[in-house]
């Protein structure tokens, strides 16, 4: 995947699945390292600030933490 299409694919996402990519990837993920790391960072702290806090529990507790 280019970095334009990780961007695309960042700014297409919801939060829910942004948070489930960020708790479940593996280490050393694409997404989360340099550029497109910031840019991952920033996007979910801004959709993350669009949801209620409610909504982001569920979120979390709809993704638990494995796979």
Same mark, same amino acid.
């Given at each position: 995947?280019?970095? !334009? !299409?990780?961007? *695309?694919?960042? #700014?297409?996402?919801? &939060? !829910?699945? @942004? @948070? +489930?990519?960020?708790r479940?990837?593996?280490?050393? #993920? ?7 790391? #910031? &840019? &991952? ?6 959709? %993350? *600030?669009?949801? +209620?806090? !409610?909504?982001?529990? %569920?979120? *979390?507790? +709809?993704?638990?933490? %494995?796979?």
């Amino acid at each position: 995947m280019t970095p !334009e !299409e990780m961007k *695309s694919w960042i #700014d297409n996402s919801s &939060y !829910e699945q @942004l @948070l +489930s990519h960020w708790r479940l990837a593996p280490a050393g #993920d694409p997404f989360f390292v340099g550029e497109i790391g #910031d &840019y &991952y960072k920033e996007k979910m702290a801004e959709k %993350r *600030s669009k949801v +209620s806090d !409610e909504e982001a529990v %569920r979120a *979390s507790k +709809s993704i638990g933490w %494995r796979q």
